[in-house]
């Protein structure tokens, strides 16, 4: 059974990423945000200096939290696909076939996440370009990949979820865009925790996109980081957004 899981999750996933051999120029145009908060906040607020990180220059502090930002930007809307297969009717032709909704759910999370890692590495290479000091530990950089698919699958599962509770492209559209930026300001991405008044420092410990960030920031550039918990904050973030995903696909296909 784990093998047939496996199996269906990889099938799903080839079927995601064949679709972006046929539109390769959305990584161009999404590489277009996160180059401007690199380019244009990055490099202004490393010369005004007014969020202080200490020794660590504000544009090597940001850039972690950049490549989280973009990563989450790629997965939120990814429920917009579903809806538009259960309109296409491919939904409910997948749904009576043998492979467990769980399986059809992490196939398209995953997606999301290897999408994000074209995403991220795109964004890696601007920070380098910009002088950040990044880390060139290859065991290192196996692992920024690794938090940004654990990242991206938990923000995919949730926008899936909420297309299973609103049902359309609209609605979706709508919370989708009303949620991005407070997680992302909700968040450790751009200034330390330790400027939050204390109600955002709450909310911020139970946003997975802080835990990501500190994974990534703490891997690529070295500051201080607590790993074990990051990599268990996604991973079970990522598992529980598959199983209420997976079990509000039949909803969603009505």
Known sequence: ??????SRVATMCLVELQKLRHDRSELVTRAIQPALWLLVFGETFTRLRVIPTGSLPYLDY????ILAQSALFVSIFYGIQIIWE??????SKLLVTP?????LVAGKAFAAGVRAVLQ???VLVLSALLGV?????PLRLLTV????VLGSAFFCCLSITIAGLVLTRERLMGIGQAITMPLFFASNALYPVQLMPGWLQVINHVNPLSYEVDALRGLLIGTPATLPLDLAVLVGAAALGVGVAAALLPRLAR
């Open 1 to 6: 059974m784990p093998r047939l899981f496996v």
């Open 62 to 65: 940001l850039a972690p939290g």
């Open 86 to 91: 259960r309109d296409a009717g491919v939904l």
């Open 99 to 103: 492979t467990p909704r769980a399986a």
């Open 120 to 122: 991220a590495l795109v």
């Open 133 to 137: 000091g990044l880390t060139a530990n």
């Open 145 to 148: 990949l690794l938090v940004v």
